[in-house]
């Protein structure tokens, strides 16, 4: 589903990501974990080149990120992503939010995309707000949305780059609950996150990553029974502390 090949990108003369390289396969949960700054976000923006980076590559789904024959809407049409600040349109409704991509993008009829709106609305429990602009919902509420939004394109993965760090705690939950159902749907996932329950729960892989490389590719077990490198094993006291 997703290949990473010796990936590198620098800001500057800052080396950011150093020869990242893993594989994530159709129906996997994969957690990108690690200390802040260390790169994370970055490799998760590269996969659907909304980060460009100078050597490697990337494919997802057989689809060649640093390829000057791609299309990039096509591209982030396959990875859907969520971001920690929503990115929703102030000045749409939540429905209208939901419809736009699939309407422009992949010119899909509006009465589909409607009905297809309204059933994700349903999913994440936001029915009754689809006619609300953003700044009428709660960070959980909107972040939902933006769940649904991705969704609404069809991906073949879902990418969520710290999806809870810019909500209250009690509306973390909410989210992760969301996240935690496409899991267990079976959607393919790839998600750089803090919250190390949630990545117990529903995790297969875990990539830890610091100062810019994949220090531990493993399975979640094996990484939450310490079976994995001196420098995570130090991450996760410190996460449990």
């Known amino acids: 589903m997703i290949t990473l090949e010796n990936v590198t990108k620098s800001y500057g003369s800052f080396q950011v990501l150093r020869g990242c390289s893993a594989k994530i396969e159709k129906g996997e949960v994969v957690v990108v974990c690690?200390?802040?700054?260390?790169?994370?976000?970055?490799?998760?923006k590269c996969i659907n080149a909304l980060e460009t980076f100078e050597s490697g590559q990337i494919y997802v789904d057989g689809t060649a990120v640093r390829s000057a024959g791609t299309d990039h809407?096509?591209?982030r049409a396959k990875a859907g992503m969520v971001f920690q600040s929503f990115?929703?349109?102030?000045?749409?409704?939540?429905?209208?939010?939901?419809?736009?991509?699939?309407?422009?993008?992949?010119?899909?009829?509006?009465?589909?995309?409607?009905?297809l709106?309204?059933?994700?609305?349903?999913?994440?429990?936001?029915?009754?707000?689809?006619?609300?602009?953003?700044i009428a919902l709660s960070g959980g509420q909107q972040q939902r949305a933006a769940i649904a939004r991705a969704l609404a394109m069809r991906p073949d993965v879902m990418l969520f780059d710290e999806p809870t760090s810019a909500l209250d705690p009690e509306m973390v939950q909410e989210v992760l609950q969301v996240m935690t159902e496409l899991a267990r749907e079976g959607m393919t996932m790839m998600c750089v996150t803090h919250e190390m329950g949630f990545a117990r729960q529903v995790a297969t892989r875990i990539l830890f990553v610091d100062a810019g490389e994949i220090v531990d590719d493993c399975r979640a077990a094996d990484f939450f029974a310490g079976r994995c490198s001196e420098r995570a094993q130090v991450f996760l006291r410190y996460e449990a502390s």
């Open 34 to 44: 690690g200390p802040s700054g260390s790169g994370k976000s970055t490799l998760i």
């Open 73 to 75: 809407s096509m591209l």
């Open 87 to 115: 990115e929703l349109f102030s000045h749409l409704t939540i429905l209208q939010n939901i419809m736009l991509a699939p309407r422009i993008v992949q010119k899909r009829e509006t009465t589909e995309i409607q009905a």
């Open 117 to 134: 709106a309204e059933t994700l609305l349903r999913r994440v429990g936001l029915e009754r707000h689809a006619n609300k602009y953003p």
